[in-house]
Nanobody, 130 residues
């Protein structure tokens, strides 16, 4: 059974920073084979793509709304993926989910689709106060 567990969310003032982490585990889960993504869902809205990192860490993609403020990284030795969030805005308020998917090649289109990810965490709440 695969588990993705997010942490690091919280309440922060606009302009502040947070670092979200996602720890992956599972007896038959080889973290380094999986691309990882971060998505978010605000109340009353659909889940949306935030950031992607390939299995090797060599490719990253970001939603236009977060480019220059968010940075995704991974540590394959520790089975973790992180999302550094800077210059937070009120519109960043959402539940943030990490996800794992067998996505290979330079396909930004695939990276942004929720259906490409087979495993999801339970999410961590980020609330930005203005």
């Amino acid at each position: 059974q695969v588990q993705l567990v997010e942490s690091g969310g919280g309440l922060v003032q606009a302009g502040g920073s947070l670092r979200l982490s996602c720890a992956a585990s599972g007896r038959t889960f080889t973290f380094s084979r999986y691309a990882m993504g971060w998505f978010r869902q605000a109340p009353g809205k659909e889940r949306e793509f935030v950031a992607f990192i390939s299995w090797s860490g060599g490719s990253t993609y970001y939603a236009d709304s977060v480019k220059g403020r968010f940075t995704i990284s991974r540590d394959n030795a520790k089975n973790t993926v992180s999302l550094q969030i800077n210059s937070l805005k009120s519109e960043d308020t959402a539940v943030y989910y990490c996800a794992a998917g067998l996505i290979y090649g330079d396909s930004e289109t695939r990276a942004k689709r929720t259906l490409e990810y087979g495993y999801w965490g339970q999410g961590t709440q980020v609330t930005v106060s203005s």
